[in-house]
Nanobody, 121 residues
């Protein structure tokens, strides 16, 4: 499984970005949990939003609820980010895990390379 993330960039606070992650070698059907994680300088990697396998649950970090939306379509997963804040600045990673259930980074084996999101004030 290979994941290729894209869509990061520089945006002003209040703006929007859409991150995409294309998977090769697998179709992101309901057997796979999908997730977006982020890591800011000096901080631990944190789960931003995930969908568990069997589409059983969708998770959003409190800090992004109401602003970010996760989705998947075939072999592509996306994260729509609206009303961006300076504190959303981080490297964003996509990840998938067969039969995954959580939004904890340690559970995910397959990772994309990361895409940088910078939100300016």
């Amino acid at each position: 499984v290979q994941l290729q993330a894209s869509g990061g960039g520089l945006v002003q606070a209040g703006g929007s970005l859409r991150l995409s992650c294309a998977a090769s070698g697998v179709s992101l059907d309901d057997d796979y949990a999908i997730g977006w994680f982020r890591q800011a300088p000096g901080k631990k990697r944190e789960g931003v939003s995930c969908i568990s396998s069997d589409a059983g649950a969708t998770y959003y970090a409190d800090s992004v609820k109401g602003r970010f939306t996760i989705s998947r379509d075939g072999a592509t997963m996306s994260l729509q980010m609206n009303s961006l804040k300076v504190e959303d600045t981080a490297v964003y990673y996509c990840a998938v895990q067969l039969y995954g259930r959580t939004c904890y980074a340690d559970e995910y084996i397959y990772w994309g390379q990361g895409t940088l999101v910078t939100v300016s004030s």
